[in-house]
């Protein structure tokens, strides 16, 4: 009996040291500051409403491809539940800052997860990454949000106010701006899959390809989405504007909607203004090319074929164009599209006001 109880007793420790262990690592316990080693820092709160914080750090030569450390205070009223860093190399394009040398919390759209402790007021130690070449620029957005935010629109929840976000710039010798235009080429499959498993949207934002089935965490990414329709062949559409799917006679039934299977709300879904265009798309140099694009009345196009053009403006005002490269036709994971994208990257802090 007694080893019996023994053996019990070693369990029962076991499981609490795995459970231990397992919410340890659910806490920024890797970031918490400050740390005297910086004499940096960056101060957000209540009293500079409607007006944001900023950092310069110029670097030498030897710090080139490092790390610099900055204590970030966040002050609010509000209970703040998550923080946003977005980084801006060059001016190339903005994304979601990752950590590789310390850990943190982080939720699956790239945002840290504030515990308890940091609800109404923290201060963070962090190693921001430093250009890599002699005449770089790095900048990142910082912001907390009350709930699930958008790395394209710091004022969705903005726990301060709307607009309220602190800006760390790291510039290494003269610094760089970049032409304003992210360029990439994409392919993505078909969609309507019944379970919403198929690669079918798109995010502008990080190049990235997403499944509908992915959820709420992820939809505040997603631009447009391609579909291959019975009449309308090769289509593209935006998130909001996407249509049914399966929904074989026209009954509208919710669950084959994109809100219904990512069970993310339809007001959530961004927009995406799209139709055909005669720009030249090889043309496009610089983020000014595309300043006479007007806003499309229309959240879809339909009928593509190889070598079109489209021009568009998407949820956050971004001008950009596409070419169409491949098309397999098909439904489902039997076809695809490819193309060529040229967008405007704008930075956060230019977020019209």
Do not use: H
Request: charged share 20%; net charge negative.
């Amino acid at each position: 009996m007694n080893t019996i109880l023994k053996l019990k007793s070693i369990v029962t420790l076991l499981i609490i040291a795995a459970f231990t262990f397992s919410c340890s690592s659910d806490d920024n316990t890797d970031i918490e500051g400050p740390s005297e080693e910086t004499t940096y820092e960056l101060i957000v709160n209540t009293t500079n409403a409607n007006n944001s914080k900023e950092r310069d750090i110029q670097i030498t030569t030897d710090q080139l491809n490092s790390t610099v450390k900055v204590n970030v205070t966040f002050t609010a009223s509000n209970s703040m539940k998550r923080l946003y860093i977005s980084k801006n190399e060059d001016g190339l394009a903005n994304e979601p800052f990752k950590f590789t040398n310390q850990a943190v919390d982080e939720k699956k759209d790239g945002s840290i997860d504030l515990v308890s402790d940091n609800k109404k007021e923290f201060t963070f130690n962090i190693d921001f990454d430093t250009p890599s070449n002699l005449n770089g620029t790095i900048t990142y957005v910082l912001w907390a949000t009350t709930g699930r935010g958008d790395f394209r629109d710091v004022s969705k929840r903005n726990a301060i106010g709307d607009f309220d976000f602190g800006t760390i710039t790291i510039k290494a010798g003269n610094g760089a701006t970049g032409n304003g235009v992210k360029s990439f080429s994409q392919t993505i499959l078909s969609a309507p899959l019944a379970d919403g498993s198929s690669e079918s949207f798109i995010s502008l934002f990080n190049s990235t390809i997403y499944k509908i089935n992915q959820g709420e965490e992820y939809a505040a990414f997603w631009d447009f989405g391609y579909y291959y329709g019975a009449t309308g062949k090769a289509s593209l559409a935006s998130a909001s504007n996407y249509p049914m799917l399966f929904d074989t006679d026209n009954d509208e039934i919710a669950d084959a909607s994109v809100a219904g299977i990512s069970g993310v709300a339809q007001e959530e879904l961004n927009n995406f203004y799209i139709t055909t265009s005669t720009i030249d798309f090889d043309s496009i140099t610089n983020a000014s090319d595309l300043d006479e694009i007007s806003v499309p009345t229309t959240e879809r196009v339909t009928n593509l074929s190889v070598g079109d053009i489209l021009e568009f403006v998407d949820n956050y005002g971004n001008k950009g164009v596409i070419k169409i490269t491949e098309i397999v036709e098909g439904f489902g994971n039997d076809g695809k599209i490819t193309f060529d994208v040229k967008v405007q990257t704008t930075t956060l802090t230019t977020i019209k006001q």
